[in-house]
């Protein structure tokens, strides 16, 4: 998106932007539908008369949560037609992380996060992101959503406890994280198959997503032995070819597999800072097109 033909409040739009891409794609899960939304509130923006507004930021997150929502209602029908498991669109850091990048990133935005928030309704969504993550008040939530401040403290409720159930927290730093990946990286790369069980957690899973593009799993894999096999198998089928890549995948240490010079799926970690607990690995390649190739 440009702004060399923008009327003077552009740089307005411009920076709010990391802000409302924080809440649009934490909404959506996909870069490419998150920059849709922001180029319709853009055009909005453009016709909208300034001086009447109050707080343009508030007016632009009201716009962009509102298109998110409508948008999210429409891609849930979709997303039940998918093939296999669906998981957001990987955001990578391969070097050192942006300052947009950071800003983009700030608060939790892990693909574990994001996979629990694929359960909830497009507005408990909304409600939970803007109260947990971007620290609204309730009253802004209900004039945003169009509901009472009782029916958002509900909804946020709701969603409070679903993503507590569902989104294992380990107070493991960065890295540590990144510590324990390497571990497993060299493990994996070389195929030996004690050495990857050894660094998985006795109850750990692997949730693939291929969108019926390239093979993965139709069930959420589950166990050392089957999840041990699996790394050793591909190791062994390409043996010379797999390479591991860490990289930032949605602000967490995470691991980029390559067979040959082709990416073949991004991998994020969720760990207890020991053993890897779950593996969320992003196949499609529609969601893998912007990562690039191995130099």
Known sequence: MTYSNAPTDSHVFAALRPRLFSIVYRMLGTRADSEDVLQDAWLRWQRADHSALQSAEAWLVTVVTRLAIDRLRAAKAEREAYVGWWLPEPLIELDERTPEAAIELAGEVSVAFMWVLERLSPEERAAFLLRKVFDHDYAEIATL???????????????????????????????????????????????????????????????????????????????????????????????????????????????????????????????????????????????????????
Not at 148 to 156: L, N
Not at 205 to 219: N, Y
């Open 145 to 295: 959503l169009g509901k009472s401040e009782t029916a958002c403290r509900q909804m946020v409720h709701r969603a409070s406890e679903r993503v507590q159930q569902e989104h294992p927290r380990f107070n493991v730093s960065n890295g540590a994280h990144r510590r324990l990946l390497e571990k497993f990286m060299q493990a994996a790369q070389s195929g030996e198959r004690e050495a990857i069980k050894a660094l998985l957690a006795d109850d750990v899973q692997v949730i693939g997503d291929g969108g019926g593009k390239v093979p993965s799993f139709m069930e959420i894999l589950r166990g050392t032995d089957r999840i041990a096999d699996l790394y050793r198998d591909v190791s062994q089928r390409f043996a010379g070819q797999v390479v591991y890549r860490i990289a930032l995948i949605n602000g967490e240490p995470g691991l980029l597999r390559y067979i040959g010079s082709q990416l073949e799926s991004a991998q994020a970690f969720v760990t207890d800072g020991e053993h890897i607990v779950t593996i969320y690995a992003v196949r499609n390649p529609d969601k893998l097109a912007g990562i690039p190739r191995l130099q």
